[in-house]
């Protein structure tokens, strides 16, 4: 038998022939980058110890494995965060329950899907050296607000908790310069600062407060914030939302099992974090974040029930019919 030689140039185009007919045959095990959905969550306030687990879920990924790019954002107006989501404008928005249960009876069609914060972290501050420790020492007192329809409410129980009402204290839009309104002393108290930051940023400008915490003086017990869904988006997009809810699970669950790393984390992502705030405050924070079943971001209906009728007999809605269609705990029971 005669044996032909290959010349070596012929060779390497075989070889080379080959190796692309492999690639092409699914050889090349490299897969394609995958294409993320872009979704956006409109914040309530400027990036603080709450938004931990969201930047958690950002920086470590969690996001992008649940296959979505998430722009985590402050709006020009954190108060019309519900109707930006119920328009379609934002995928997802924090707001309150209160304020959520108020836009529901107007036609504002967001959902509650689930809790931050199972407690409520608003409170009435006032400074120790003008010995107004009680709901009933404000009478006749300046009490500045941010200007949010229910914090009237709030206080007005407070005060009625003690025999008196909002129509004995003069009530003073201060925006969200809470703290120096009130260690300037243009009003004698003020109601929407959190206990667990606002005292904190008081104290470490050297002035000593007194706390009212709502839930200790009439309020029923209610979620401070939480993560809210159009209607639509719940019924159209039912996998993106459970998605993003998955991936905010992870985030939180870590910050619950290291609170002060979360806030180290929030800090390199978000320099002005003010760390002589944060680290005290995430530390009271944190137990907020959990809940009785261990189901991060759950809700019990008899807590939305107690505080709609709470609403109704405040005058401030008008009916308790629509206070289980509000939130939605399908999506965190799905991500445990």
């Known amino acids: 038998m005669k044996l032909f030689k290959i010349p070596a140039a012929a060779l390497l185009s ?19 980058p995958k294409e993320l959905t872009k979704v956006s969550i409109a914040l309530d306030w400027f990036p603080w110890a709450n938004h931990s687990g969201l930047f958690i879920a950002q920086e470590r990924g969690y996001f992008a494995e649940q296959g979505l790019e998430v722009n985590i954002y402050v709006p020009g107006d954190p108060s019309t965060v519900l109707q930006t989501v119920a328009a379609g404008r934002d995928d997802f928005g924090i707001s309150y329950q209160p304020e959520l249960l108020l836009a529901r009876e107007q036609g504002i069609q967001a959902v509650s899907i689930m809790a931050l914060v199972q407690h409520p972290l608003n409170s009435v501050m006032t400074l120790k050296e003008s010995g107004i420790v009680e709901p009933k020492d404000l009478k006749g007192k300046k009490v ?110 870590d910050a619950i099992a290291d609170p002060l790393d979360a806030v180290a984390l929030l800090k ?47 005058g401030r809605l008008s009916s308790t019919t629509d206070a289980t269609a509000a939130y939605d705990n399908s999506f965190v029971e799905a991500a445990r």
């Open 14 to 32: 075989i070889l080379f022939a080959l190796s692309m007919l492999a690639a092409a045959c699914g050889g090349d095990s490299t897969p394609e």
């Open 144 to 253: 500045g607000s941010p200007g949010l329809p229910s914090d009237e409410a709030l206080i007005d129980t407070m005060l009625r908790y003690q025999g008196l009402t909002i129509d004995d204290v003069e009530m003073v839009n201060v925006g969200f310069d809470l703290v120096s309104a009130l260690i300037s002393k243009s009003v004698d108290a003020i109601v929407g600062a959190y206990w667990v930051h606002e005292s904190i940023s008081a104290n470490n400008l050297g002035f000593e407060l007194n706390i009212m915490r709502m839930e200790e003086n009439g309020v029923p017990d209610f979620y401070e914030l939480v993560i809210v869904a159009s209607e639509d988006k719940i019924a159209n997009d039912p996998e993106v939302v459970q998605k993003f809810v998955r991936a905010v699970t992870r985030g939180y669950q």
């Open 268 to 314: 390199s992502v978000k320099p002005e974090t003010d760390l002589a705030i944060e680290n005290p405050g995430v530390k009271l924070l944190a137990p907020l974040w959990a809940t009785d079943n261990g189901v991060f971001g759950w809700q019990e209906q008899d807590r939305w029930e107690v505080f709609a009728k709470w609403m109704v007999e405040t």
